[in-house]
Structures are given as structure tokens and as C-alpha cells.
């Protein structure tokens, strides 16, 4: 089942479990949905879930959706925002789109940062993004090593969760005006979270990678349009360090960038003419430009978009085949009960032992029993 269709099926279960009385869809308009349901279906009845109650049958699945396509038509055309609801518990495209943009617009201000025309090959920006995305990669490497379970980035928790918070929000303003409709979208809010929380954070690693490789793209994309315009000047300075420490640091930094560029990384003698003291040293910065780029390129682009393409196909997986949650075996022997020949009937036999059932308690098990068997 696709993830657009198990979310149609959530908010109409949400609903009606929290609607016994009818009062957001009436009991003849669940039980004409549920009949049209299995007349539409294009074969004679459905079967039961299994015994263990884990599974729906396909057929059962097509039934249940139909059904709850029928009855969003009708709460919808009464309570227009629950469509918006829908929406907001949707798709995270329009996020990522949020996230890659504001990481071109961030990396672009970062090449700019001191508002200077002087670049430190020492310094941030591109030092500490470098360092961040190191550190980032190993963290995620100490996650991946953990047992399965336990718990994942707080950070992609709460990008995954975004649309239910928008949701939520939505939800509490409409109590004003229907309490008990706004109740049900609440708990729907939370059983599709819940449910399809695999999903949401592969969403939002795929997000998340992708943003981090904008903020790379813009950080060189920011350096060379500025190049273009202004004269740059490339230098370093430090308290701590000599040249022959500097060129160790920046071999390291900016060897794998030398190598793929064929641009070396200058000697030691070179490194200390361009040493900044009193306003003077310093070179033209376009080597150091195409050396940073580079360095981006392999350290944050490349790294960031292959864990993008790694979350991608578990995402696009997910959203095909969306697990179903344990809950829908027993919604659906309860929505299509009444209906001949939708579900296997079973027969319940019930003994009271050692005492005798007062009217109050038998009606409450002859209405329980429907529904458990």
C-alpha cells in the first residue's frame, strides 16, 4: 500500500474511532461506503485477516481504501481544512526544497562573511565546514554501528516531524469551531507519525544531505562570483603556527584537492612570503580558489550527495510500500462487519463460569465481540 493511501485510511479510522456517535460521519454513509466498497471491488469478497490478525489480504487492502475514499470525499466537502491536514502529512518536498535553498543562501554568505577581500587558507569558512562535515560523518558512522533500535539524530527526528507539527497547530485552531473532529485529526496526527516514522527519517536524512552539499555548492559558487568581480588576495596568519607547521596543516587540508587539480600545494618558503604581517604578504587567490573548490567538492559535495542517493531508495521504497500498522486488521473486520461477503465469518462461543451476566454487561460483550473476533 502506498503512503498517500495508508494516510487517507489513518485519518478515516482516527475519525471514526473517536466519532462512535456519527456526529463527523454518520453510521448509514459508513455503511453505504463499506458496501460500495465491496461492489467496486473486481472480485466477489475479500478475505479476513489471518488468524494472527498481522496481515490484510490485497483485496482487503483495495476494499478498506475505497472506502475511506469515499468517506474523505464527504468530511471534506463539510470540513474543507482537513484536506489541508492531509496535505501537511504529506510529501516532504516542499521542506527539502526549503532546506537546499537556504543551504545555497547560507554558503553564499559564508564566502563573504568578513566582507573583506582577503582569503585565510587557514581559517573558516572552509576549515569549519570541513571540520563539521568530518565530524558529522563520523557520528553517523558510530550510529550505523549501533544495535538496530536504538535511537537516531534528534535533529532528523525533528525535520521528519515537521509537517505533524504544522499539522498540529492547524488541528488546535479548529477546536474553536469542532472539538470533536479536531480531537480525532490529533490522534491521527500521532498514529501516522508513529507509523510511518521510517519513512519521515529517511526523508529527512535525504534532506539533510542535501542541504549540506547546497552549502558547499554555494560556499564555491559565492567565492568564484566574487573572484570574478573583486581581486582577491589568498594569505594566513596565526600566534601559534610557523610556516613548515601551516604547510603541514594545508597538505593535509588541501592535498586531495592538489592531487585531483594538479595545482600544489606551495613550499615552505612560498608559505612564508605569503604570511600576512603589517598589511603586506599575501598572493593573488585564484590557485587557492580552485584549491578550496576542490576541497569542497571531495570533502562536502560528493560525500553529501552519496549519502543523499543512499537514504533516497529506502525513501522512495517506503513510500511504495508503507508498513502497515498492527491496527488495521481489526478496523477493517469492524468497517465491513455488516457487509455480506466482505469478511470471513467466525463464530464465538462464550461460557460464563461461576457467575451470571448482569443486561448492562452482556450488551457491552455482544458489542465487543464484533470487533475482537
Known sequence: MREAELRTILLVKAIEDSDPEGA????????????????????????????????????????????????????V????????????????????????????????????????????????????????NLAVYAVLLLVALRPAGESRSALRGWVASTGASFASRLIARSRAFNAPLATALDGFAREWFA?????????????????????????VAGLYLRGIA???????ESTFLDATRARSL?????????????????????????RWRNGAGGESAARWIHLMAATALLYVVLPRLLLAATAAPAAMRLTRRAPLPATLPPYFRA?????????????AIILPFACELTPEALARLIAWVPGAV
Open 77 to 132: 466537502a463539510r470540513y474543507p481544512f482537513v484536506d489541508n491536514v492531509l496535505a501537511l502529512l504529506g510529501s516532504s518536498t516542499a521542506v527539502t526544497l526549503v532546506l537546499v535553498g537556504a543551504g545555497l543562501l547560507l554558503g553564499g554568505a559564508l564566502s563573504a562573511l568578513d566582507g573583506s577581500r582577503r582569503i585565510n587558507v587557514l581559517a573558516f569558512p572552509l576549515l569549519g565546514i570541513v571540520a563539521w
Open 250 to 274: 594545508l597538505t593535509v587540508l588541501y592535498g586531495p584537492a592538489s592531487w585531483l587539480t594538479g595545482i600544489p600545494v606551495p613550499d615552505v618558503a612560498h608559505l612564508e612570503a605569503m
Open 335 to 347: 468497517a465491513f462487519n455488516h457487509v455480506e461477503g466482505a469478511a470471513a465469518r467466525a463464530t
Open 230 to 236: 573583486f581581486d582577491y588576495h589568498a594569505g594566513w
Open 24 to 75: 463527523v460521519i454518520a453510521s448509514a454513509d459508513r455503511s453505504a461506503a463499506a458496501r460500495d466498497a465491496v461492489r467496486a471491488a473486481s472480485e466477489p469478497g475479500a478475505l479476513a485477516p489471518p488468524a494472527d490478525g498481522m496481515a490484510l489480504t490485497p483485496l482487503a487492502q483495495r476494499q478498506l481504501l475505497a472506502r475511506a475514499r469515499t468517506l474523505l470525499t464527504r468530511i
Open 195 to 219: 507509523a510511518t516514522r521510517p519513512l519521515l527519517l529517511a526523508r529527512a536524512a535525504r534532506a539533510f544531505h542535501l542541504a549540506a552539499a547546497a552549502v558547499g555548492v554555494g560556499l
